[in-house]
């Protein structure tokens, strides 16, 4: 790879990142806000009721990471986010099309496994899909900026799961959980798609 080729893959990315900033931090703050001085807090009955066949649930599905309870729920999803959405945007070659992926496939797991008559909101299930795309990429695709990234990270990234792991009240352990599994499940089949496209340099 030529030094200009190098450059404007790294100019590419690095303005990838500040794009993924956009697109997931502001609907998730400009909805927390809106909810709160305009809609009196309904936006956040739209979260995902496990196995409802509503469109509320349905809404919740793909929006539910739009959805906080409070400013410190929205504040630690997104000092989350700030770090991951920056892996992401410097591995990934089509950062935007997996973010949505994670978004419903986690939402839809969430839907499935959770127990019933429960409401599950915020951006931790998103969360942790991506934390497990990183892994199933680095483990089971072979993708070594991911493996790099988890290690750089270091002990944090591994706390933070295991925290997120434990079932705690007020906690939404089926969307950390799934969240988690549909990451993994997703990061472990993206290795053709990653090595076709990096191939072109």
């Known amino acids: 790879m030529k030094w200009q080729q190098l450059f404007s893959l790294i100019t590419r990315r690095i303005k990838q990142v500040f794009g993924l900033y956009a697109f997931v931090l502001i609907p998730m703050w400009g909805m927390f806000f809106l ?38 729920h929205l504040l630690g999803n997104t000092l989350t986010l700030l770090q991951i959405l920056f892996l992401f945007g410097l591995f990934e070659n089509n950062a935007y099309r997996t973010v949505i992926k994670l978004i419903v496939a986690s939402g839809l797991v969430t839907w499935i496994i ?57 906690i939404s352990f089926a969307a950390h959980f799934g969240g988690l599994c549909a990451g993994l499940l997703l990061g472990a089949n993206s290795k053709h798609a990653y090595t076709s496209i990096n191939t072109r340099y």
């Open 35 to 72: 909810n709160e001085t305009l809609l009196f807090g309904l936006w956040n009955i739209f979260g995902i009721v496990p196995r409802a066949l509503d469109l509320g649930s349905m809404i919740g599905v793909v929006a539910s990471w739009t959805m906080h309870g409070n400013f410190s």
């Open 114 to 170: 959770g127990s019933p008559l429960s409401i599950h909101i915020g951006a931790s299930g998103l969360c942790f899909a991506m934390l497990g795309y990183m892994i199933g990429g680095a483990v089971f695709a072979r993708r070594w900026g991911y493996l790099l990234a988890c290690i750089v990270m270091g002990a944090g990234y591994w706390l933070t799961i295991k925290q997120g792991l434990m079932p705690q009240q007020g």
